[in-house]
């Protein structure tokens, strides 16, 4: 509060009144009137005030106050002042319901973001599964074009026993140097029919399923490489009669355990399976591979494959060999005559499809991969469009197929699991099969199902982000089913948001008690400064 005190230099009358100072107070003050005591007041006033004692003078405050010092002496004297204390309360509660609603919002988008990114991930998962895939069937279909185109330029007739023995070297060091443990065998069949399937692969019951044991060909003709795990020798396996025969018996001969190489098979003479004193071959006796064998005579029909395509059968049981697993085909159609894989070769030409070359490619290292994927504690499984036969899981220690024991003569069969089954054995393909077949779009088939994402809670698992893709390289159908746990996605944000709402609310409650008492400090100097320049 400043205090201006003037002398009246225009009036040289003494005061002739009571001998004591008025303080007069404006009219807005609560207080009607206030007399200073000497010891209550500021130095300043007190000395012009003594001053005017001295002169025999009146010092009227209002009439020598400032504005300033009027309007704050005011302000501190009015009744509503104590509500400002409310005020600032209500401020300090909105600042902090601020925090929690910037909390809220922020909490969400995290949500939201986390759940964007566990779509990416899983985009990523079925993306690395497709390139695994693509970089093992690639190599496959590479080695059947350019064998087929081999077997053209040097003019092997691959319908003739001659002709396929002539490419027993190349595909046994294919075998060998690239599929691993994967590896499993490739066969050349020609000349051989199954009545049971019509021209489009097609169960032929007009047929009446004829020729069940035999190949409706005298030219019948096959030869099989099966590469087994070392240490065990390779086996070769082929037609007895050089030149064919509509029932041609299976024989089979391992290659030499020291060199490695197949043993040559005219070694015997003709006509006879198994002879002791030349060598190990053995008489399987008949086998209908066109109906028995992997799909690949269904397949040729069904895609309608012209000279050079290269597709891949479905999947089917293989237990010929260990390790007993589930299995596909590469295949190429074989056609006489032969043009190789540029079909400009032979215009005009009539040919005729007779065959087909396949190579194997077991599966059951697909369990394997799929389970050293980073899932963030979720499950990841493919089934097979069409058959809806389960194939493999991120569960390694589940065998993908069934295993049959007949009771009666105690032999041991194996059947793929259909991926539907009531009793099918993991709880994570059962509730997630069900979902998706009955819960998703309502009821449907396998072949209804369409790639998408959602967020669904799957029994006790809780909620579950799921993501379904398509896996269809080289003429396969997959359908593959991603899940992670919402906890797990979730868990380092559930894990921190209320230390982080607390943080929050503590530190806008800091700022609010600091700009507080910053404008408190502020307007305290100002005060002094304009209104009593003595304080």
Known sequence: MSVQVEEAATNTNPIVSDDIIKVEVNELDSSPSVEKDATGSSPGIMGSAMAAVTSEKVFDVQEHASGAMIKAYTYWHKPWRAWYLVAQAIGLMAALLGSVGTWQLTLLTGIDSLGILTGQLMDNIGLQVEESMYGKMLPLTIFLRQGYETAYLAQYDLTT?????????????FLETYLGSTRCCTGMFTNMWYHGVDDRGRENDMMNKANEDDYADDKAQFNILVANPPPDPNWHIYGLYKDGNSKNPTVMETFDPVTGRPKDPYRYPAGVAVNQSIGNRVNWGFNHWPKNDGFWYKTVREKDLAEGDVTFSRVFMWDINKPVTLK???????FYPQCGVDKSRCPGMQQKRVGAWVVGFKLHFLSQYLSSLQLKGGFIFYVERETGNFIASSDAKFDSFRTIVDETTKKVSYA????????????????????????????????????????VEIGDEGVQFIKLTSLTQFGVDWIGVISIPWESVMKELNDTKFRTLLLGMLIVGGIKAFLETFRAYVQTKMIKRAVIPGM
């Open 161 to 173: 026993q001659e002709g396929q023995m002539a490419m027993v070297a190349q595909n046994t060091a």
């Open 416 to 455: 793929p699991y259909e991926a539907n089954a009531t009793d099918f054995p993991l709880k994570e393909v059962k509730a997630r099969v069900h979902w998706l077949l009955n819960e998703r779009e309502g009821k449907m088939t396998w072949a209804d199902v369409k790639a998408g994402a959602a967020e």
């Open 328 to 334: 596909t085909h590469g295949i190429i159609p074989i």
